[in-house]
């Protein structure tokens, strides 16, 4: 299968080929739910994709994955490779590294911005210096490397039926909201780690700290005010998805089916907390097998009908889109005690 997105591609050089598919098996091991939606993507867009998740995967394992007492000189030292790989794969469109070569040759062949990438290593740099922001303000401007930029550089593959600069900041959007949806699953995780995602103004309003937070997590008790914390930041999520749902028209019917599974999916996963009673400190909430499996049987039945009506009218191409870069969505929700 992975060969035939290749060859759909036009990707015909052996050690690209072979870079490609080793980002697939990245997305294909790390990515469930992202891998899942991205087989519903047209056959020849998919190594695109595999190619952006596999340098995001990639990066972000090194600033979790790397452990010990050597970690926090070894973690700046591994960004710094990476940046600097980054930089020579897409200056000369070559590296010794898969992953950056993948990238390099998805980056050229979608006029992607470099800038979106250089955004997105700042973040990664701020992980190895920063384990908590005070208001959604700070959060927003590491989210925008972090996760904006993520849905940005996926649009030009994507594809829209509108201006680029038009569906950009909804894209933005979508990426924001499925990476606050991953903190609120991983909160206990990334308390192991010592990071605290969630912005310390959201929880004082709710009468939550660190050492609380700690406690909770150490002794496997509940406390009602962690419970309204989690509650309030899952509402904050959902409104970030509501500004992100307007942007799926805006793309590519054949693209559609892909984005709006990982849009269910991944707004399911707050469904999953909210039913868990929101433990997400004690245990990582999980969308049921079978409700993803008929989100997916949804997705092939609107591939079929894109492919159907693209196929009727002739396989016309979407607007074409000048490369840009232009500014995130910029939401602000003030915290406030639940009614």
């Known amino acids: ?34 891998f899942l939606a991205t087989r519903l993507l047209p056959v020849d867009r998919r190594p695109a994709v595999h190619a952006l998740y596999g340098f995001a995967r990639w990066a972000d394992d090194i600033v979790d994955v790397v452990e010990g007492a ?43 911005d470099p800038r979106h990438f250089t955004d997105f290593m700042t973040s990664m740099r701020l992980d190895l210096k920063v384990s908590e922001y005070s208001t959604f303000s700070d959060l927003e401007r590491y989210m925008h490397g972090s996760a904006a930029v993520i849905g940005l550089q996926m649009l030009p593959v994507l594809g829209t039926v509108v201006p680029r600069a038009e569906a950009a900041p909804r894209a933005a959007a979508l990426g924001v909201a499925f990476q606050l949806t991953n903190f609120l699953r991983d909160v206990g995780e990334d308390l192991d780690r010592d990071r605290i995602y969630l912005p310390q103004d959201l929880l004082a309003a709710h009468g939550v700290d660190r050492a609380l937070l700690s406690w909770s997590r150490t002794t496997g008790r509940r406390d009602h005010r962690i419970t309204q914390a989690l509650m309030a930041a899952c ?8 500004t992100a749902a307007p942007g ?3 793309l590519d019917p054949v693209s559609r089916p892909c984005v709006r599974t990982a849009f269910v999916l991944y707004a399911a996963i707050l469904d999953a907390i909210a039913a868990d009673g929101y433990a997400v400190l004690h245990r990582r909430a999980v969308v049921a097998r079978h409700r993803r499996a008929t989100v997916a049987c949804d997705g092939l039945v609107r591939v079929a009908a894109a492919r159907t009506r693209h196929r009727l009218r002739g396989g016309a191409v979407p607007l074409p889109e000048r490369p840009g870069h232009p500014s995130t969505v910029n939401p602000r929700h003030p915290w406030k005690e639940p009614a």
């Open 70 to 112: 050597a970690a926090a000189d070894e973690r700046p030292k591994a960004l710094r490779r990476l940046q600097d790989q980054l930089d020579h794969g897409l200056r000369t469109g070559t590296s010794s590294e898969p992953v950056v070569m993948a990238l390099a040759d998805t980056t050229r062949r979608y006029a992607i």
């Open 235 to 242: 509402a904050v999520t959902r409104d970030v998805y509501r």
């Open 1 to 34: 299968m992975s060969a035939r997105e290749l060859d759909a591609a036009a990707i015909t050089d052996p050690a690209l080929r072979a870079a490609y598919a080793h980002c697939r098996r990245l997305n294909a091991r790390h990515g469930k739910t992202y």
């Open 248 to 250: 799926l028209a805006m």
